[in-house]
């Protein structure tokens, strides 16, 4: 007969043996699903930085900031902070209809700023709307049509001071004071804390949205989408 001490020890011991091989089991399934669950961004990202410095005159343009044609008068540098209280509207001709932006100095004076000359010189002519997030954004701006492209310069954020609602028109960027020219155009309210304010608005979507839910239509749930739509002409309102 087994005495009642030693049967207490093996019951003991074969719960331990049971608990370390629920552990591991338990380690092996976490590791397992976490090495197959694809992490995915949603944030309105510049995948590369640009150079940071513009590209000299008549050179090769440096990787990540290489400039759109444009009418030969676009900016090489960062902007100036556009005047206290002064608003432009921006159009943005694409195969799905105008997009109309109202930009404001208030929202963010240095993006608008850089929108606005952007657009004016023709930058903005023939580059694509790369990325689109249903649901959350569709992005542009950018000549290389890849993501990491830009103008040749980059310049400090802006305070964020409203929310991103549908119709927001905010910077995308790489990183703390590195905009360019790409932006993004909000598709959805973003609940408070759900989108950091790291993004700066300079402006929102007055007529047009309509537009802008077709070319997410046309993406049908491709982020980068390979026959992305096109901005056409970009003009600034006299």
Same mark, same amino acid.
């Given at each position: $007969?087994?005495?009642?001490?030693?049967?207490? &020890?093996?019951?003991?011991?074969?719960?331990?043996? #049971?608990?370390?091989?629920?552990?591991?089991?338990?380690?092996?399934?976490?590791?397992?699903?976490?090495?197959?669950? =694809?992490?995915?961004?949603?944030?309105?990202?510049?995948?590369?930085?640009?150079? @940071?410095?513009?590209? %000299?005159?008549?050179?090769? =343009?440096?990787?990540?900031?290489?400039? /759109?044609?444009?009418?030969?008068?676009?900016?090489?540098?960062?902007?100036? %902070? $556009?005047? *206290?209280?002064?608003?432009?509207?921006?159009?943005? !001709?694409?195969?799905?209809? =105008?997009?109309?932006?109202?930009? !404001?100095?208030?929202?963010? %004076?240095?993006? &608008? !700023?850089?929108?606005?000359?952007?657009?004016?010189?023709?930058?903005?002519? *023939?580059?694509?709307?790369?990325?689109?997030?249903?649901?959350?954004?569709?992005?542009? *701006?950018?000549?290389?049509?890849?993501?990491? @492209? *830009?103008?040749?310069?980059?310049?400090?954020?802006?305070?964020?001071?409203?929310?991103?609602?549908?119709?927001?028109?905010? $910077?995308?960027? +790489?990183?703390?004071?590195?905009?360019?020219?790409?932006?993004?155009?909000?598709?959805?309210?973003?609940?408070?804390?759900?989108? +950091?304010?790291?993004?700066?608005?300079?402006?929102?979507?007055?007529?047009?949205?309509? #537009?802008?839910? /077709?070319?997410?239509?046309? #993406? #049908? @749930?491709? !982020?980068?989408?390979?026959?992305?739509?096109? $901005?056409?002409?970009?003009?600034?309102?006299?």
């Amino acid at each position: $007969m087994i005495s009642p001490h030693r049967l207490a &020890a093996a019951r003991t011991a074969a719960a331990a043996l #049971a608990t370390v091989a629920l552990v591991a089991a338990c380690s092996i399934s976490s590791s397992s699903s976490s090495s197959h669950s =694809p992490v995915v961004s949603s944030l309105p990202a510049v995948t590369a930085p640009p150079s @940071g410095a513009p590209a %000299p005159s008549g050179a090769a =343009p440096s990787a990540g900031g290489s400039q /759109a044609a444009g009418n030969g008068s676009c900016p090489t540098t960062g902007p100036q %902070p $556009m005047a *206290g209280g002064e608003k432009k509207v921006v159009t943005i !001709e694409t195969a799905k209809g =105008p997009i109309e932006i109202t930009v !404001e100095a208030d929202l963010g %004076p240095l993006a &608008a !700023e850089n929108f606005v000359d952007l657009a004016a010189c023709g930058f903005y002519d *023939g580059t694509v709307f790369h990325r689109v997030v249903p649901g959350f954004v569709i992005q542009g *701006g950018d000549p290389t049509g890849t993501g990491s @492209g *830009g103008p040749g310069y980059q310049f400090n954020d802006d305070p964020v001071t409203v929310p991103y609602k549908r119709g927001t028109v905010a $910077m995308a960027n +790489a990183g703390k004071n590195t905009n360019g020219s790409q932006f993004f155009i909000v598709l959805k309210d973003i609940p408070e804390g759900g989108l +950091a304010p790291a993004y700066s608005v300079f402006g929102h979507v007055t007529k047009g949205m309509e #537009a802008v839910d /077709a070319i997410v239509a046309a #993406a #049908a @749930g491709v !982020e980068n989408p390979t026959s992305p739509i096109k $901005m056409d002409k970009v003009t600034v309102a006299p």
